[in-house]
């Protein structure tokens, strides 16, 4: 499996042929959103490919400059290929990719108690622990979805104080006030 960095044109592709089928609107930012963050450098929209450049999954993180976690912001395999084990090489990859540039991606899932579909989240959660990824002490609350907290390590693996104020620190680059006030929770380190 390789990764392609990409461009508006071929992420604003992806986002509007693929995203709009494996998210829910509304936890789909407005593509300009995407733009603004790709153009201000704090964005990288992944394609994990093939050897023959097919996509198979792709990953959108959101990075800042100096800082050792990153937000893994949408992860998805094409559905075509869900079950078969892309999923976890897909995030092999992407920590492979990342271990000289940070100590952990961070993974935000729904949490179960509060999840419209508790076994999809438990599943969700399960997949994740399985492929590598490191339960955490915190959970936040986003725009009133309440999400339980894990890190996948790629080149270390961060307390969890440090991965809660890098998270606080990405949500307040992500929403702007007042939207940030109220609507963005953090619980735990």
């Known amino acids: ?5 990409l461009d508006c044109a071929a992420a604003q592709k992806i986002y509007e042929t693929r995203m709009v089928q494996d998210f829910p609107a509304a936890e789909l930012k407005p593509f300009t959103a995407v733009r603004e963050m790709m153009q201000a450098g704090i964005y990288e929209p992944l394609a994990l490919e093939d050897e023959n450049g ?24 094409r559905s075509d290929l869900r079950g078969g084990g892309i999923g976890t090489r897909a995030l092999h990859t992407l920590a492979a990719y990342y271990k000289d540039r940070l100590d952990d991606l961070i993974l935000e899932c729904e949490h179960p108690d509060e999840a419209p579909d508790r076994a999809v989240a438990e599943r969700r959660i399960a997949f994740y622990l399985r492929a ?14 309440r999400y339980r907290i894990l890190t996948l390590p790629c080149g270390g693996h961060a307390a969890d104080e440090v991965v809660g104020q890098e998270l606080k620190d990405l949500y307040r680059m992500m929403v702007p006030e007042p939207y940030y006030r109220g609507n963005v929770i953090f619980f735990g380190p």
């Open 54 to 77: 097919h996509l198979q999954a792709y990953a959108w993180q959101v990075l800042l400059p100096g800082r050792r976690s990153a937000l893994l912001d949408y992860f998805a395999v």
């Open 1 to 5: 499996m390789q990764i392609r960095l």
């Open 132 to 145: 590598g990824a490191c339960a955490t002490r915190i959970e936040s609350r986003v725009f009133g979805v």
